[in-house]
């Protein structure tokens, strides 16, 4: 992706007449001490994984700088399973420099840019963590809330038991009206991973369903072997992320093993073609 607006604001400031004091980057390394601090003002475990995240690579994060400090730090991760949709990576203002506009600053900016990039629409993730009686995160789904992101799905006890994920829907395109395609296809579970970010929980992998490959399979047997592993190996809960139009058989045989539908992704894959999360939580 080209940030051709993040470099103008850094070339000049909005009149065009000399360097801004206020402008926005590209991350380097240089700066990832920095902005890990930055993060774990605010959250310990966000910081934790951004560093690991940083030491494989710092494609898509930006910097804000205001009078030669940085303040602030967002980026966007692309989706690896469509081409047109992205995810708001990390993203804080220094404490200290709150309430000054910086974060509608950054993300405006980074939207626009996603836009130009041809993205379609950006999910935003985040949890109800709570310390000291208050919601940590709070201020950011208010600010997510005045962007007009909406929130599409909420997964109990994802992070952690009792602390759930909330994911956010933000349109960059207007939407395309379109009639959700017919359940033609089936998909077949082939494996489990682990839930990004999540203590000891689990996803069902899956590929779609190839009648010459894999007619002498029982799909119903297979996702019993998973779910047991999964269950011997002490998964908190048991998820399955799939598409809408290849949904129909895996939905029969999530319902049969008590799953529940907790939510879906609007328009993931395609306009029109929902992510369904299925869940059971093995703890209870």
């Given at each position: 992706?080209i940030?051709?607006?993040?470099?103008?604001?850094?070339?000049?400031?909005?009149?065009?007449?000399?360097?801004?004091q206020?402008?926005?980057?590209?991350m380097?390394?240089?700066?990832?001490?920095?902005?890990?601090?930055?993060?774990?003002?605010?959250?310990?475990?966000?910081?934790?994984?951004?560093g690991?995240?940083?030491d494989?690579?710092l494609?898509?994060?930006f910097?804000?700088?205001d009078?030669?400090k940085?303040?602030?730090?967002?980026g966007?991760?692309?989706?690896?399973?469509?081409?047109d949709?992205?995810?708001?990576?990390?993203?804080?203002?220094?404490?200290?420099?709150?309430?000054?506009?910086i974060?509608?600053?950054?993300v405006?900016?980074?939207?626009?840019?996603?836009?130009?990039a041809?993205?379609?629409k950006?999910?935003?993730?985040?949890?109800?963590y709570?310390?000291?009686?208050?919601d940590?995160?709070?201020?950011?789904?208010?600010?997510?809330?005045?962007?007009?992101?909406?929130?599409e799905?909420?997964?109990?006890d994802?992070?952690?038991?009792?602390?759930?994920?909330y994911?956010y829907g933000?349109?960059i395109?207007e939407?395309?009206?379109?009639?959700?395609?017919?359940?033609?296809?089936?998909?077949?579970?082939?494996?489990?991973?682990?839930?990004?970010?999540?203590?000891?929980?689990?996803?069902?992998?899956?590929?779609e369903?190839?009648?010459?490959?894999?007619?002498?399979m029982?799909?119903?047997?297979?996702?019993t072997?998973?779910?047991d592993?999964?269950r011997?190996?002490?998964?908190?809960?048991?998820?399955?992320?799939?598409?809408?139009?290849?949904?129909?058989?895996?939905?029969k045989?999530?319902?049969?093993?008590?799953?529940?539908?907790?939510?879906?992704l609007?328009?993931?894959?395609?306009?029109?073609?929902a992510?369904?999360?299925?869940?059971?939580?093995?703890?209870?």
């Amino acid at each position: 992706m080209i940030f051709s607006l993040f470099k103008k604001k850094h070339d000049q400031n909005e009149e065009g007449d000399a360097p801004s004091q206020r402008f926005v980057r590209p991350m380097e390394p240089a700066d990832i001490t920095h902005v890990l601090e930055l993060i774990e003002e605010h959250d310990e475990d966000d910081a934790n994984e951004a560093g690991a995240c940083f030491d494989d690579t710092l494609q898509g994060m930006f910097v804000a700088i205001d009078d030669g400090k940085i303040v602030g730090v967002t980026g966007a991760d692309a989706e690896p399973e469509t081409s047109d949709i992205a995810w708001l990576s990390w993203t804080y203002v220094e404490k200290s420099s709150q309430r000054q506009g910086i974060g509608r600053y950054l993300v405006n900016g980074l939207i626009g840019e996603l836009k130009n990039a041809g993205i379609r629409k950006v999910f935003i993730s985040t949890g109800d963590y709570v310390e000291d009686g208050e919601d940590i995160y709070a201020a950011a789904k208010a600010f997510y809330y005045d962007l007009g992101a909406r929130l599409e799905m909420k997964i109990d006890d994802y992070y952690a038991k009792g602390e759930a994920r909330y994911i956010y829907g933000l349109d960059i395109e207007e939407p395309v009206n379109v009639e959700p395609p017919a359940q033609s296809g089936n998909l077949i579970f082939d494996g489990l991973e682990e839930a990004d970010e999540s203590a000891d929980g689990v996803l069902l992998s899956w590929r779609e369903y190839n009648p010459q490959e894999d007619s002498a399979m029982d799909p119903a047997q297979k996702l019993t072997e998973y779910l047991d592993q999964a269950r011997l190996e002490k998964a908190r809960f048991i998820g399955a992320a799939i598409p809408f139009d290849l949904s129909e058989g895996a939905i029969k045989g999530l319902k049969k093993k008590g799953f529940v539908q907790v939510g879906e992704l609007k328009d993931y894959y395609a306009p029109g073609i929902a992510q369904l999360f299925w869940q059971i939580i093995t703890d209870k």
